[in-house]
């Protein structure tokens, strides 16, 4: 069968449109490739700014950790200074104390020692001297010392000196006086007696040294005086 010149003609025609599309789908994935392209551009230029940002932040991370290390270590610095400081000013302020407590404290016995002997004599113990500062040794090693000692060779009165007196020291003063003869043997066959004198009194200390059995001597102004009654028989140890 024959091939007209029209089938021809459209044969061409349809080869042509065919070619057309071809083309144009190219034209088409060319596009896409460059869209593409441009696309992974973009994310590759967002990465390295990401990865940028993500330096810069471990920098500042790390220059953010070095100030904090910096502030520890400044912390700890101005934590030691100020616990030595402390530790001086305590120290001084101990130091200070001691010394004020042990001025006083001789201020305190020059003036119940002065009038001791008169003091005792109103209340019928004949005294007939004292003496002051008695310390030693204890036999199992430790230390006593008692402030005054009034004594006639037969009754020996002893004081125990306090700016201010407290329950604590009454009962540890008493302690003592339960041992004094045999820390100190030279008086064991005496009739000894015991005294507290002070500047003031807390919580009730003065009553308790009175019950006791203990003269209480308060020093006021530039003297002394015997707060117990009159009819007051003292302890005898």
């Known amino acids: 069968m ?139 090693g430790g230390n006593y010392e008692f402030d005054i000692l009034a004594h006639n060779g037969d009754e020996v009165v002893v004081v125990e000196v306090k700016t201010t007196l407290r329950p604590k020291d009454v009962t540890h003063f008493i302690a003592k006086l339960d041992c004094i003869k045999e820390w100190v043997p030279r008086y064991a066959n005496n009739r000894m007696y015991g005294a507290v004198a002070w500047l003031t009194a807390n919580a009730g200390a003065e009553e308790m040294a009175i019950k006791r059995g203990l003269l209480s001597i308060r020093a006021t102004g530039n003297s002394a005086s015997i707060q117990n009654p009159i009819e007051f028989m003292p302890r005898q140890w």
């Open 2 to 140: 024959s091939t007209t010149y029209e089938e021809i003609l459209n044969l061409f025609r349809e080869t042509d449109r065919k070619f057309q599309e071809t083309d144009r789908k190219f034209q088409e994935l060319a596009a896409s490739h460059k869209e593409t392209d441009h696309t992974l551009q973009e994310l590759a230029a967002s990465h390295k700014e990401t990865d940028r940002t993500l330096q810069e932040l471990a920098a500042s991370h790390k220059e953010t950790d070095r100030i904090l290390q910096e502030l520890a270590a400044s912390h700890k610095e101005t934590e030691r200074f100020l616990n030595e400081s402390a530790q001086r000013m305590e120290k001084k302020t101990k130091a200070l104390e001691e010394l004020f407590v042990g001025q006083w404290g001789k201020l305190m016995e020059s003036l119940v020692e002065g009038d001791l002997v008169a003091l005792l004599r109103q209340r019928d113990i004949l005294i007939a001297d004292t003496s002051t500062r008695l310390k030693g040794r204890t036999p199992n």
